[in-house]
């Protein structure tokens, strides 16, 4: 298997940021750090919500920051609401801290 480019690279890919425009990375590396804190407080574990190895934990990584990127992004409010049924899944499911 391939392996994954680290999740920085991975949020500007998702954001459609060439991958040589390092201008924005310090506001990504900021999301994708409010992202961990919101599956925290959102009952994930906090060593599943700093796993970059799990793919439904970097799809919501990647999730919150396009929803939170930027002023004026039309579809924040859908991606907000995919961002919070991420992470009511992953509060419910024990492989993520969440319910047994």
């Known amino acids: 298997m391939a392996e994954k480019p680290k999740l920085l690279d991975a949020c500007r890919e998702a954001l459609r940021i060439p991958a040589d425009c390092t ?4 506001e990504i590396e900021d999301l994708i750090e409010a992202a961990r804190a919101a599956m925290r407080a959102g009952g994930v574990a906090a060593d599943v919500a700093a796993d970059d190895s799990n793919g439904t934990v970097r799809l919501a990584v990647k999730v919150y920051c396009k929803a939170n990127f930027g002023m004026d992004n039309p579809d924040a409010d859908r991606l907000t609401q995919s ?3 991420l992470l009511t899944m992953m509060r419910g499911s024990s ?3 969440g319910a047994s």
């Open 95 to 97: 492989e993520f801290g």
């Open 83 to 85: 961002f919070d049924d």
């Open 23 to 26: 201008d924005f990375d310090a």
